[in-house]
Each structure stands twice: as structure tokens, then as C-alpha cells.
């Protein structure tokens, strides 16, 4: 049974927007900080968004920092990641993350557990 799920990836043009969402298990992960990251061929997980337990606070990555939004919804079973201006360097698999701490860290090694991923691919 899964517990965290991304959707929403594809294919779009340069310029364009996506939005990505992460179904969370709020039995397992009610009161967990969310976080996005993304990987590409040939580099290293990137941090690219979080938000605490309670929606109040984010992190955004200078990278992104201005175009991505992350959000979640009241009852917390879901947390978005509204992308806008995509480039081609924002192709990657986007994950998302939960840790217990619930404070939108930025350290990947601070997520216990990870969603499968989702392909996102920007074309020039």
C-alpha cells in the first residue's frame, strides 16, 4: 500500500506550467512536513520545495525559488507543486518526501520515506 504517490508529470514546452501532486497517507504521515525533490541523469537529489505540518511555513530552493509553489490542502492529504516558466533544465523525476519533524526541511537525508517519482520532461 503506498503512502506517498506523485502525479501529474508529462511533457510540456519551455514557458509552460505543470502542476504536481503528492497523495500523502494522513494515517501514517498526519503532522509530517512535506517535501519536493527532483533528480536528473548525472546529478544529485535536489531539493526543490517543502512545507511544514500545518501549511504554515515553506522552503523553496534558489533554483526554482519565484516560479514553483508548494501548497496542501485543509485535511492534508494532499500537497501540490505548481510549476510555472518550466525550462529545460527542470527536467527530472520529482519526488516527494515526509519527515517527522514537520518543520519543511531542506536536507534530504532528514525524509523518511519516499514516493515513487514522477517523470517531468521540458522541451526547448
Known amino acids: 500500500q503506498e503512502r506517498l504517490a506523485e502525479s501529474g508529470g508529462g511533457l510540456v514546452q519551455a514557458g509552460g506550467a505543470m502542476e504536481l501532486s503528492c497523495a500523502v497517507s494522513t494515517r501514517t504521515f498526519i503532522n509530517y512536513g512535506i517535501g519536493w525533490f527532483r533528480q536528473a541523469p548525472g546529478k544529485e537529489r535536489e531539493f526543490i520545495a517543502a512545507i511544514s505540518w500545518d501549511g504554515l511555513r515553506t522552503n523553496y530552493a534558489d533554483s526554482i525559488k519565484g516560479r514553483f509553489t508548494i501548497s496542501r490542502n485543509a485535511d492534508k492529504t494532499t500537497v501540490d507543486l505548481q510549476m510555472n516558466n518550466l525550462q529545460p533544465e527542470d527536467t527530472a523525476v520529482y519526488f516527494c518526501?515526509?519527515?517527522?519533524?514537520?518543520?519543511?526541511?531542506?536536507?534530504?537525508?532528514?525524509?523518511?520515506?519516499w514516493g515513487q517519482g514522477t517523470q517531468v520532461t521540458v522541451s526547448p
Open positions: 518526501a515526509a519527515d517527522l519533524w514537520g518543520t519543511a526541511t531542506v536536507r534530504p537525508h532528514d525524509y523518511e520515506q
